[in-house]
């Protein structure tokens, strides 16, 4: 894999050794971001969090949080790639600069669902003892119908005791414990949730200081403008929550997911989201000698087609266990091909043999086998055809000339299969 499958459409956003792309897959023709790193000129650190991102975003597997497609070094440019899903809408930052431009607030309903759907990200990592570190309304992504998706997992982190005691993030949505540079959990995240809901309401963070140092101070302190009057007692009171300085004192997922103000608005079904398609934790990705090695201990990739999900080739792999499925489709296969061999006469020029035959089964067998490939049918002329092979045949079919007990060489195992019934 490299980025010439890949055909890019434009640049979405710019980094200091990283950029962003917008990107259409030429296999299956569909739109993709695709963030390239140059990993060689990051530092130790730096590479272990780029590798990290992979590591976390291929471990969810969430509506959401942004989804992890695949990711590969590619040499020609000798960049990291990851490819990820991309998003119509935009982002949170660009919204609210839109709002500005216009003059208007967002509705209130609209926030509301963005609470409902951060709050539901978040559990996804939370769940996971994953902290993102950097939640950001630049970092809050919008589909085309409104739904918000979480991204840029670069600074993430697995809190393997519960805590972390390292300064990052975006000062704006830094909590208090990170600025005093204490020991700080999930609820960190939820002070920055707190802070991209108050901007997305008031259209402008609510910590705003002329320096780092007055910054500080009113972090430390809590204060802040109270929201725009035009919003309900539910969302001032709601972000106060949020927005409290004593982090035991501030609500976790499933407690804000429990909220009166938040069941009234989503429903039970909607804002309790099934843990049941969040996967484990992947293992550390341990960074090579040689980064031409990475691509091998990198994850699956994990588009929706089938054929690229798998790391195997699309052929068959393995008989399948339910005889009489196996039984059917063989009769189906040996019938197309005695009918494509009855017809040949009426071709006017020989067949492209470049890629194999549209069977009708296709569908099903690509839906049941694995995108399992049939075996291609060979014509030496216009006039005659010749069916599949004798030796392919027998390989394909284990079980079944197990099944009807056939016994003879290759080529009477072959006739016999491909006889009129």
Not at 157 to 178: F, I, N
Request: aromatic share 8%; proline share 6%.
């Amino acid at each position: 894999m490299s980025l010439k499958d890949f055909k890019v459409v434009k640049r979405l956003g710019d980094g200091s050794y990283s950029k962003v792309l917008q990107v259409v897959r030429h296999s299956d023709n569909q739109v993709y971001a695709l963030k390239q790193v140059h990993i060689a000129k990051l530092n130790e650190k730096e590479q272990r969090n780029a590798v990290n991102e992979i590591r976390i975003l291929a471990s969810i597997s969430h509506p959401n949080v942004i989804s992890y497609k695949q990711a590969f070094f590619d040499q020609e440019s000798q960049t990291l790639c990851i490819v990820m899903e991309y998003c119509e809408g935009g982002d949170l930052y660009q919204k609210i600069q839109q709002q500005i431009r216009k003059g208007k607030y967002m509705s209130e309903a609209f926030i509301w669902n963005l609470v409902i759907d951060m709050v539901n990200g978040l559990k996804a990592l939370h769940d996971l003892n994953i902290l993102h570190r950097d939640l950001k309304s630049a970092n809050v992504f919008l589909t085309r119908d409104g739904k918000a998706k979480l991204g840029d997992m670069n600074v993430s982190k697995v809190a393997k005791m519960g805590l972390l005691h390292t300064q990052t993030g975006t000062p704006y949505y830094a909590s208090p414990e990170v600025w005093k540079d204490v020991p700080y959990d999930t609820k960190s995240d939820i002070w920055s949730l707190g802070c991209v809901i108050y901007e997305a309401a008031s259209l402008k963070p609510p910590f705003r200081a002329e320096d780092m140092k007055g910054l500080y101070r009113r972090v430390i302190k809590g204060e802040y403008p109270p929201l725009p009057k035009n919003f309900s007692t539910d969302l001032h009171e709601f972000t106060a929550k949020l927005l409290r300085t004593e982090p035991k004192l501030r609500p976790s997922c499933n407690q804000i997911l429990g909220l009166s103000s938040i069941a009234r608005r989503s429903g039970v079904e909607e804002s309790k989201f099934d843990s049941t398609e969040t996967i484990s934790l992947l293992n550390t990705i341990r960074l090579p000698k040689s980064f031409k090695e990475i691509s091998k201990k990198l994850p699956k990739s994990k588009y929706t087609d089938s054929v690229a999900s798998s790391s195997e080739p699309a052929s068959f792999k393995k008989p399948p266990t339910n005889l009489a499925k196996f039984s059917m489709i063989s009769k189906n296969l040996s019938k197309k091909i005695i009918h494509s061999r009855d017809q040949s006469h009426k071709l006017s020029k020989p067949r492209d043999t470049s890629e194999p035959p549209r069977l009708k089964k296709d569908a099903f067998l690509r839906d049941n086998y694995g995108a399992l490939k049939l075996p291609r049918m060979k014509y030496p002329n216009s006039r005659s055809r010749r069916a599949l092979s004798p030796d392919k045949l027998y390989k394909c079919l284990p079980e079944y000339l197990d099944s009807k007990k056939i016994n003879g060489n290759r080529s009477q195992i072959g006739n016999a299969l491909l006889a009129p019934k």
